[in-house]
């Protein structure tokens, strides 16, 4: 397999919610192609033992590196948490993923190195952000961490701003905000859709941190040090998916912020 700056970038998720991190990607490198694996299918990966998220995920990367890409972006948490060991396995590109972006971010941003995690119950159960926390932040950092399985359904349902998701956010977060964080980690896909009423929340004090802009200037650093950097032109991206749910194209071009233009089905 040979790549060159022409070859684009595989991203891909368990549903729509990497689309956060394809949006970062396509604002920050506006001249990549982007392949885009979404396993609507089989969502929500969150809930799923490492074993069964591992396998997808593998299925997932073969899929993808047939596509030729030059780089291979984990844009789920769960899969980043629980299968990067099989992913980089497989791959002969590089691999990068949103758990390392964002525990560095995170570490970059933070004062008092008091930092929350919120993200779903595999990704918290994993300790995979404490673990990165404390491989590039050393022992002194304080990290409190809370899985959040209803905000994946909230986003997806819409209720952005919504009485309920609030109420929920409200009840999630205060174990958190007791520890006096000033930054909050939001460890999933979905979440940074629910980033002002989390902001509203938590209140000032509390910066939140999403891997989606860490995970862009993260593959915009790999391919200019490959020297595979694609300096021009407008690319046609793809969107590859493993069923059609109802509301599909309304939910993602929600997470994407822009019209999908080719939406591929496929069948693993
Ligand atoms: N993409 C997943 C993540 O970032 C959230 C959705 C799911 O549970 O599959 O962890």
């Not at 990966?45 to 998220?53: A, N, R």
């Not at 691999?95 to 929350?116: F, M, P, Q």
């Not at 939140?208 to 790999?222: K, P």
Request: proline share 7%; hydrophobic share 45%.
């Amino acid at each position: 397999m040979h790549c060159d700056a022409s070859c684009p970038i595989g991203i891909f998720d368990s549903g729509v919610g990497g689309l956060t991190v394809a949006r970062a990607v396509m604002d920050r490198l506006p001249h990549e192609r982007i392949v885009y694996f979404g396993d609507t299918a089989r969502v929500p990966y969150g809930v799923k033992s490492p074993d069964t998220v591992a396998r997808y995920a593998g299925e997932i990367t073969k899929f993808l590196l047939d596509k030729n890409v030059k780089l291979l972006v984990v844009a789920c948490n769960t899969m980043a948490a629980v299968a990067l060991p099989a992913i980089t396995a497989l791959s002969p590109v590089p691999v990068i993923e949103v758990v390392t972006a964002g525990a560095k971010s995170a570490l970059a941003v933070s004062k008092t190195r008091r930092i929350g995690i919120i993200a779903t119950p595999s990704t918290i159960a994993s300790r995979a952000y404490e673990k990165a926390l404390a491989l590039f932040g050393g022992p002194d950092v304080r990290v409190v961490a809370k899985a959040c399985p209803l905000f994946v359904p909230l986003v997806e349902e819409g209720w952005l701003d919504h009485p309920a998701t609030r109420l929920v956010a409200e009840e999630y977060l205060r174990p958190l905000l007791a520890e006096d964080l000033d930054t909050l980690i939001l460890g999933c896909t979905h979440y940074p859709l629910l980033a002002p009423l989390l902001q509203s929340v938590a209140g000032p004090g509390v910066r939140l941190q999403d891997s989606a802009t860490a995970m862009a200037e993260r593959a915009a650093a790999v391919l200019a040090e490959l020297g595979l950097a694609q300096g021009d032109g407008a690319p046609r991206h793809v969107f590859h998916v493993t069923d059609l749910p109802l509301r599909f194209r309304e939910i993602g071009e929600r997470f994407l912020g822009r019209p999908m233009e080719d939406v591929r089905l496929e069948k693993m």
